[in-house]
């Protein structure tokens, strides 16, 4: 099985442009959750949807916004980008939401935002 | 949610086990511990996890206390592809699932020739 898939692998902007990530989960996962990791405040979750829906959300911004496709693929977007947004942005599958079920996550969009 | 304390950092020789531990003194009855880990640039990867008994896969065995109050890693023939940080995460359940976890500091190891 394939794992899950994120792209593109690395990206640079600029300050107060946007931008959209793509993840693809693993075959048959429902659930995809995105995280953003920096040096200083470590990995955070941002949002998680499951079946086209954002079950939770994390504390972030509004310029933090997502979607889910009805195949299950996700797209994380950034709206007017600031510098603190750079980042190595994740994206984590799982087959279900139980407790029971292991995320998994994929390699990572690195954002620099000069 | 639950909190997990791990030490920043643990030393091991090549071929020696890795014992890496973890305290979730707080932890609840239905909430798993999960263990990751994370090589330099990548995604984290999943390791194992477990509820109350101990748990063995083909990376690793879990160690979990009976008051599962804490738990330990254990990697049975280290190798240096095992330098990682290793994340100890309690799972917890909260509105629409589980699927929120928090990640604290991690344990940095390092596997040494």
């Known amino acids: 099985k394939a794992g899950v898939t994120q792209t593109p692998r690395y990206l640079i902007k600029t300050r107060g442009q946007q931008v959209t990530l793509s993840c693809s989960p693993i075959s048959g996962h429902r659930s995809v959750s995105w995280y953003q990791q920096t040096p200083g405040q470590g990995l955070q979750f941002l949002f998680e949807y499951f079946s086209e829906t954002q079950r939770n959300k994390g504390n972030f911004p509004g310029r933090f916004s997502g979607r889910q496709f009805s195949n299950s693929r996700s797209e994380m977007n950034v709206s007017t980008l600031e510098l603190g947004d750079s980042a190595l942005y994740l994206c984590?599958?799982?087959?279900?939401?139980?407790?029971?079920?292991?995320?998994?996550f994929g390699n990572g969009t690195r954002l620099t935002v000069t | 949610d639950a909190k997990t304390t791990q030490p920043p950092s643990m030393d091991c020789a090549e071929g020696r086990a890795a014992n890496l531990p973890c305290n979730h003194s707080t932890i609840s009855g239905n909430e798993y511990v999960y263990w990751y880990r994370q090589i330099h640039s990548q995604g984290p990867q999943y390791i194992i996890h477990?509820?109350?008994n101990n748990e063995t896969n083909e990376m690793a065995s879990l160690i979990i206390t009976e008051d599962r109050k804490s738990s330990t890693l254990i990697l049975p023939h280290a190798t240096l592809r095992d330098t990682a940080v290793y994340y100890c995460i309690v799972r917890v359940a909260i509105s629409g699932g589980y699927n929120k976890l928090i990640f604290g500091a991690g344990t940095r190891l390092a596997v040494h020739p």
């Open positions: 984590a599958s799982s087959g279900g939401t139980g407790g029971n079920s292991p995320l998994h």
């Open positions: 477990g509820l109350k």
